[in-house]
């Protein structure tokens, strides 16, 4: 097939909407972001008289980014000045943010504990190649699933304080959350994707990992393939503040470390870990609102992608309710009647917790009430909180295994 043919080819219709779909206001700060001269000063036209630009949190991480883009193309508009000011921000923030990777790194290995750097942190350092560029607001670490305690074990003995996540609601979460007093918060993850992901596609993650350096250390990152496909995973996720970062960050992979990619290699990847659909929709997406991105070799694999009827069901069901936030309590307990379920034979029922006591220990944990009293009273004022709130699925906050 040759290269006319194949850029002029029909490219299948995305089948679950991912939140990269982008508004206006989104779609606006996405092409002032990466988009040539004529239209990111289009979009900047759009952005640059609004009040809240530099106060609203979503837009704000991208207006780096902005800045940069901006700045690139020699735009002169004395409204592009309080933007520098952001990038500055986010630019301190990334050098901690850093350095605190290089701790917590260096405390992990140290105890003999092996860790990969996901999300932000391999973005910024492979893709943005601009300590501002990329606003990360705390760190994910993976490690296998073996080592979690001696992870737990080797940030604690470093300074940072752990959530207190019981051992038992361990195999229902993917990840726990670290703070420290002078360093960023670490996210320990021990599944990189879903609690319910094949282990066989996680195990390929760590073999193709690869070292770049950092700060006088060795900083483990996703293969490109795999970042990419964690950036898909993560545009489905429910995430409020920045809907238009994953967008960007996907542009941006594709563009840069993107250029060397084995896409085959890539969607068979995406296969083994039951994230074809997602993968597959959110490049669809990209492609379709903002390239042409992808090169030849990627359409041809993209258009090649076949989903079997199987994967088609299982993952519209998983991402379609990773976007939704069930607001009814016979809703909720559905949602972690099923998560138990799928977990229980995922893991082994022996060795798990029953529902119940699964139930208690996650509200125990997260809602932080250790009595039934203190739970029903909780429950009360989060029910009242929903019936008055005009958007339901707004109001609830979220769990933070609920958070990317």
Aim: proline share 6%.
């Amino acid at each position: 097939m040759n290269d006319e043919s194949l850029t002029n080819r029909v490219l299948p219709e995305p089948e679950i909407e991912p939140v990269v779909a982008l508004g206006c206001r989104d779609r606006a700060l996405v092409e002032a972001a990466v988009m040539g001269r004529e239209r990111a000063v289009a979009a900047w036209g759009l952005l640059r008289d609004d009040p809240h630009l530099t106060q609203d949190s979503g837009s704000r991480n991208l207006l780096p980014n902005i800045y940069l883009n901006l700045r690139r193309l020699e735009i002169n508009d004395p409204r592009i000045d309080p933007l520098r000011a952001v990038y500055g921000e986010h630019w301190a923030s990334n050098l901690l943010a850093q350095r605190s990777a290089v701790m917590a790194l260096t405390a992990l290995r140290e105890s003999g504990v092996e860790a990969i750097a996901m999300k932000g942190l391999p973005l910024l350092l492979t893709c943005y190649r601009c300590p501002g560029a990329r606003p990360m607001h705390d760190l994910d670490l993976l490690v296998s699933p073996e080592q979690r305690v001696a992870g737990r074990a080797a940030l604690m003995a470093a300074g940072w304080s752990s959530s207190g996540m019981p051992d038992a609601l361990a195999p229902f979460l993917h990840g726990e959350a670290f703070q420290h007093q002078r360093w960023k918060e670490i996210d320990l993850h021990w599944r990189p994707f879903s609690v319910i992901s094949p282990v066989q596609a996680e195990a390929g993650l760590w073999t193709r990992a690869r070292r770049i350096p950092l700060e006088g250390i060795t900083v483990a990152v996703p293969s490109t393939e795999d970042l990419l496909i964690m950036v898909c995973y993560h545009a489905f996720k429910r995430d409020s503040q920045a809907p238009a970062r994953y967008a960007l960050d996907l542009i941006e992979l594709i563009r840069g470390p993107g250029r060397t990619m084995d896409w085959e290699a890539l969607f068979t990847f995406a296969r083994a870990a039951d994230l074809l659909l997602p993968v597959r929709d959110c490049l669809l997406y990209v492609e379709k609102e903002f390239g042409p991105l992808l090169p030849q070799q990627g359409l041809l694999a993209l258009s090649n992608a076949r989903i079997d009827r199987e994967h088609h069901v299982r993952a519209t069901r998983t991402f379609r309710a990773l976007r939704r936030r069930p607001s009814g309590l016979v809703s909720r307990l559905l949602e972690h009647w099923q998560r138990h379920r799928q977990v229980r034979m995922t893991e082994g029922g022996g060795r798990t917790a029953g529902f119940l006591r699964y139930l208690k220990l996650h509200y125990q944990y997260y809602w932080r009430h250790q009595n039934l009293r203190g739970l029903v009273r909780e429950a009360l004022r989060r029910r009242n909180r929903l019936r008055s709130a005009p958007d339901p699925g707004a109001a609830e906050t979220p769990d933070r295994d609920d958070r990317s």
